[in-house]
């Protein structure tokens, strides 16, 4: 992909691109809409239902008036770093999920186009190390407004995010044992592979699996790196009023919001394609390709059409996943955030790798 | 470090304590923190500036005043039937139960009966104003520490609980349904029944909110052990109502004082033990199942009968006569013009209001207006807990407390 791209090459690389920017666009107002009627579904609301069908075009009424509201300054704040923390994190956020495959490649003669904005061979470490970068938002962030309760928000969500990360790192070692590979497009084909064959039913070697432990750790410490309850110190609106983001306004809050359902979706896809698959196909999916009759280009655009939709499918449910979870349980404490992470998270990730290092030795896995 | 430090600035070492904590490198990295009157855990204007060292509470106090309406002072210049409006307004999720013990403290002071059947609607409002308020504080202590559904299914048992209310008297929260002497207006037909399938609905809702928080393992490490205020210093604050009988204080004035019919129904009275947010949380919970009970057992025993008193100074004369005599017409202009006269005497008439000892002092010497009125509003004593009960738990702990005891400020400022 450097000196011999062609025009050809050049087109698919920009339409990539554009395809993640335009979806990572409208996870915000879609979930948006998602969390609003949801959690009304959870608690017999009914939510906002006025304007659109189901009440779905609620988020472009939102976005209109987050757009048009007076961009205020507060003039205590440190002005510079005030305005860069809302774009230094919803940038992060939408470069990690440049790196996760959503389908595999198709082969039209001379090119083979890869569903994948960038294949990089250190993916995954590339999505951990550009997934930590958000927090320097909500620190500068904390800092730049001047205000105590913001401080404690960022303060909080710094030792959080450090926290959680080091288990989150771990729990993927596991991982990259079974499959050898930090890549994500080679963790993901990888999975194709069955694990163990039932009769009819055939279980695929999908992370899960392999790897049940380490998948409940990366969750939690997931829903720990999104900021999202019963991890949502960082805002924990009853304690310290809105934390990070409180003297931010119309848009620029809007941009953290944005951000922060970024950042779900890129946790969600980082689940379903460690863990469940990736753009495997779900089961059932194959056959159906099978029957079609097609074969060809036809046949291989159908294959991508199926991929790309169980991979949005498994996204979509671990997005709602995270909203579940909001609506259904407290918050934890400062102290017992920082509890659970060193003391229970972080000896279970190493455990973790312990176990499977001892499998993969005697040849199990 | 600290010598240094202060000789870099020109100043003594004297602010250096000897006894400073090791790991505070600096000396004053305690931040104050005002916490109040307007952030959203602080329902009401309450106010708490915080010493905090990280997040830890080190030092506290509280203030409040922020809602102060010179409640008792208009009571000694509003006639008592004026008055009654006001008595809504002292703890507005329990207006029914305010009214109800205002009205008795004048009756008892005046010496007037009131008809059984006024009785049995009035036990009811007390415990339906019993049932909504445990439920908005059990369900807004749930939300300060982040469990928001838990809240929702509370709230939509206690706005069938309003509407209840509003067939009765028109109004949902400000519901002023008590007369000296007597009600607004009698129960509508029907009534009762509808209060029992009420009572069917919300148990059901009760258990289901229990199932749904109680065992929560997050929910028990925010609570069990939080905010522990043990038997003595309980006493030594003056706790009333379920704040106190969950640190073990065995004390219901339905019980123990039974005005109107209390002794005529079967209730237990839920005693906690640790007097922890947990306890608190358990008491009231169970104190809903309680009042349930009461409700189902006033809803059978209600008879239809006069709701009104056969005294005439209190009873506000019927429409008819007032429309179509002319004595009725004086009667009725003296009545709401100046009120009725109240003999001389002092009288404390107390209830067990849904946050403890709720109770009206009036003295009279003889005019339609009081000469003295003193309210015990039980979130004050309770409120005057909240920086012990607070100080070395974190800011989130802070939090819980306050939605455990359940300070309602239009009570606490009056």
Request: no cysteine; net charge negative; aromatic share 8%.
């Given at each position: 992909m450097t000196a011999g791209m062609d025009l050809f090459e050049w087109s698919v690389m920009i339409g990539k691109v554009l395809f993640v920017a335009v979806v990572l666009l409208q996870v915000a107002p879609l979930m948006a809409w998602v969390e609003r009627r949801g959690s009304a579904l959870m608690q017999n609301r009914l939510g906002?239902?006025?304007?659109g069908p189901l009440g779905l075009f609620q988020s472009i009424c939102d976005a209109i008036k987050f757009i048009f509201k007076e961009d205020t300054v507060p003039?205590?704040?440190?002005k510079f770093y005030w305005l860069l923390a809302p774009i230094v994190s919803l940038v992060p956020s939408f470069m990690?999920?440049?790196?996760?495959?959503i389908a595999s490649s198709i082969n039209l003669g001379d090119h083979t186009i890869h569903f994948q904005a960038a294949n990089l061979d250190v993916g995954l470490l590339y999505v951990l190390s550009i997934g930590s970068l958000g927090v320097y938002g909500i620190i500068m962030a904390g800092w730049a407004s001047n205000n105590k309760y913001s401080l404690l928000g960022s303060l909080r969500s710094s030792s959080q995010m450090i926290s959680y990360e080091l288990s989150l790192g771990l729990s993927i070692i596991g991982i990259l044992m079974t499959f050898?590979?930090?890549q994500l497009s080679e963790i993901a084909a990888a999975q194709?592979?069955?694990?163990?064959?039932?009769g009819p039913l055939s279980i695929p070697k999908w992370g899960i699996f392999i790897q049940p432990l380490g998948f409940l750790i990366f969750t939690t410490a997931a829903f720990a790196e999104t900021n999202?309850?019963?991890?949502?110190l960082p805002e924990g609106e009853s304690e310290?009023?809105?934390?990070?983001?409180?003297?931010y306004g119309s848009m620029k809050f809007a941009v953290f919001m944005m951000a922060e359902y970024v950042n779900m979706f890129t946790a969600s896809a980082m689940i379903s394609t460690l863990y469940f698959g990736g753009w495997q196909m779900l089961p059932g999916m194959q056959s159906l390709l099978t029957l079609s009759g097609t074969s060809g280009l036809t046949y291989e655009w159908l294959r991508i059409v199926l991929e790309l939709s169980s991979f949005f499918i498994k996204v979509i449910f671990f997005m709602w996943f995270f909203v579940w979870v909001r609506w259904t349980i407290p918050r934890f404490r400062y102290d017992q955030l920082m509890d659970l992470g060193w003391k229970a998270m972080l000896p279970l990730s190493l455990l973790n790798i312990l176990a499977t290092g001892a499998l993969i030795y005697f040849k199990v896995i | 470090m600290h010598e240094t430090l202060g000789n870099k600035h020109g100043?003594?070492?004297?602010?250096?304590?000897?006894?400073?904590?090791?790991?505070?490198?600096?000396?004053?990295s305690r931040v104050i923190v005002n916490i109040g009157?307007?952030?959203?855990?602080?329902?009401g204007a309450l106010r708490m500036v915080a010493k905090l060292n990280g997040e830890t509470i080190e030092k506290s106090y509280c203030e409040f005043?922020?809602?102060?309406?010179?409640k008792e002072k208009l009571g000694e210049n509003r006639t008592y039937h004026q008055f009654v409006v006001y008595t809504?307004?002292?703890n507005y999720c329990s207006a029914l139960s305010n009214n109800v013990t205002y009205a008795m403290a004048v009756e008892r002071l005046m010496g007037v009966e009131v008809p059984e059947r006024a009785i049995w609607i009035r036990m009811i409002c007390a415990e339906l104003a019993r049932v909504i308020d445990h439920l908005i504080c059990v369900g807004i202590n749930a939300v300060d520490i982040g469990a928001f559904s838990f809240f929702l299914y509370g709230f939509h048992q206690r706005e069938e609980a309003y509407t209840l209310i509003e067939k009765l008297c028109?109004?949902?929260?400000?519901?002023?349904?008590?007369?000296?002497?007597?009600?607004m207006a009698d129960a509508p037909e029907g009534w009762e029944k509808e209060v029992k399938a009420w009572v069917q609905k919300t148990r059901k809702v009760i258990d289901e909110m229990d199932k749904l928080l109680t065992g929560n393992r997050i929910w028990l490490d925010r609570t069990v052990g939080v905010g522990v205020f043990n038997k003595e210093q309980c006493m030594q604050y003056s706790f009333t109502g379920p704040s106190a009988r969950a640190s073990?204080?065995?004390?219901d004035l339905r019980r123990d004082?039974?005005?109107?019919?209390?002794?005529e129904v079967e209730f237990d009275v839920p005693i906690g033990k640790n007097g922890d947010v947990f306890d608190r949380y358990m008491c009231r919970l169970e104190e809903i199942r309680q009042s349930l009970n009461i409700v189902m057992q006033c809803a059978d025993k209600i008879k239809p009968g006069?709701?009104?008193?056969?005294?005439?100074?209190?009873r506000i004369p019927d429409k008819d006569v007032v429309h179509n005599t002319m004595e009725g017409l004086i009667h009725h202009f003296k009545f709401f013009m100046k009120g009725f006269d109240v003999p001389p005497g002092e009288a404390y008439t107390t209830f067990e209001g849904t946050n403890g000892e709720l109770g009206f002092y009036i003295v009279s010497k003889?005019?339609?207006?009081?000469h003295r009125m003193r309210i015990r509003g039980p979130s004050v004593w309770h409120y005057q807990a909240l920086s012990p009960m607070s100080e070395g738990g974190k800011i989130a702990d802070m939090v819980a407390i306050l939605g455990s005891i359940n300070i309602i400020a239009g009570e606490l400022d009056r």
């Open positions: 906002p239902n006025r304007i003039g205590h704040v440190e990690t999920f440049l790196a996760i495959p050898s590979s930090v194709g592979q069955t694990l163990l064959q039932l999202r309850l019963p991890f949502d310290i009023v809105a934390g990070y983001h409180l003297e | 100043v003594h070492s004297e602010h250096i304590s000897v006894d400073h904590d090791p790991d505070d490198l600096w000396g004053d009157p307007t952030h959203p855990a602080m329902h005043g922020y809602t102060h309406r010179a809504d307004r002292l028109g109004a949902r929260l400000t519901t002023s349904y008590t007369r000296i002497g007597g009600l073990g204080i065995d004390r004082q039974p005005s109107m019919f209390y002794k006069p709701i009104w008193s056969e005294d005439k100074r209190v003889g005019d339609p207006m009081a």
